[in-house]
């Protein structure tokens, strides 16, 4: 049977996470290798490049050893872990379209106008999206990635967040009032 991969918070975690942040090596190494295949799963939710996914990740690891005396010891390590993957990854993703050289550009050029505007539409909606994420709270973020992403039950992420079933309810019906009024 194979090993379930997850984010969430075990006792071991905690653990390792706080002996990471007291500069423990081993438990650094540890932690890596607990969460990296969760990473890389969650990573291809949020992009198609297997590089970038792993280069974030890596750069990630990087920052959380470097930062290790800043981070708070009683965050779970798996929501910060994801938390901070998906900003380095939209980091990178945002670099890259920015820093477009015009032979890539110039691909665009000679595909027909058809594709050049499902292209500009495609772009125009996950801008739209970007936006509207942007929009929400760390709170009603975390809401709908465990709901939509992760296909936990309104009781199961009331458990892992601990807060009551009417905050979840309320944080996932503004979260998709706030796409659907910027994403329309």
């Given at each position: 049977?194979?090993?379930?991969?997850?984010?969430?918070?075990?006792?071991?975690?905690?653990?390792?996470?706080?002996?990471?942040?007291?500069?423990?090596?081993?438990?650094?190494?540890?932690l890596y290798v607990r969460f990296y295949h969760a990473l890389k799963h969650y990573g291809r939710r949020l992009a198609d490049d297997d590089e970038l996914i792993e280069?974030?990740?890596?750069?990630?690891?990087?920052?959380?050893?470097?930062?290790?005396q800043s981070l708070n010891a009683n965050a779970p390590a798996g929501y910060y872990l994801a938390s901070a993957l998906r900003h380095a990854i939209n980091r990178r993703?945002?670099?890259?379209?920015?820093?477009?050289?015009?032979?890539?550009?110039?691909?665009?050029?000679?595909?027909?106008?058809?594709?050049?505007?499902?292209?500009?539409?495609?772009?125009?909606?996950?801008?739209?999206?970007?936006?509207?994420?942007?929009?929400?709270?760390?709170?009603?973020?975390?809401?709908?990635?465990?709901?939509?992403?992760?296909?936990?039950?309104?009781?199961?992420?009331?458990?892992?967040?601990?807060?009551?079933?009417?905050?979840?309810?309320?944080?996932?019906?503004?979260?998709?009032?706030?796409?659907?009024?910027?994403?329309?």
């Amino acid at each position: 049977m194979k090993k379930s991969i997850s984010l969430h918070a075990s006792v071991g975690d905690k653990a390792l996470w706080q002996q990471t942040l007291a500069g423990d090596k081993q438990a650094f190494g540890q932690l890596y290798v607990r969460f990296y295949h969760a990473l890389k799963h969650y990573g291809r939710r949020l992009a198609d490049d297997d590089e970038l996914i792993e280069d974030s990740i890596q750069d990630l690891f990087l920052t959380v050893w470097q930062t290790r005396q800043s981070l708070n010891a009683n965050a779970p390590a798996g929501y910060y872990l994801a938390s901070a993957l998906r900003h380095a990854i939209n980091r990178r993703l945002m670099k890259q379209l920015t820093t477009e050289s015009p032979s890539e550009s110039s691909v665009w050029c000679q595909s027909s106008e058809d594709d050049y505007l499902k292209a500009e539409e495609e772009h125009h909606r996950k801008h739209l999206l970007d936006k509207a994420l942007r929009r929400l709270s760390p709170r009603q973020q975390q809401v709908l990635h465990l709901h939509f992403f992760e296909a936990k039950s309104h009781h199961e992420i009331r458990q892992i967040m601990q807060i009551s079933s009417q905050s979840v309810y309320n944080a996932l019906c503004r979260s998709l009032k706030t796409l659907r009024a910027t994403c329309v």
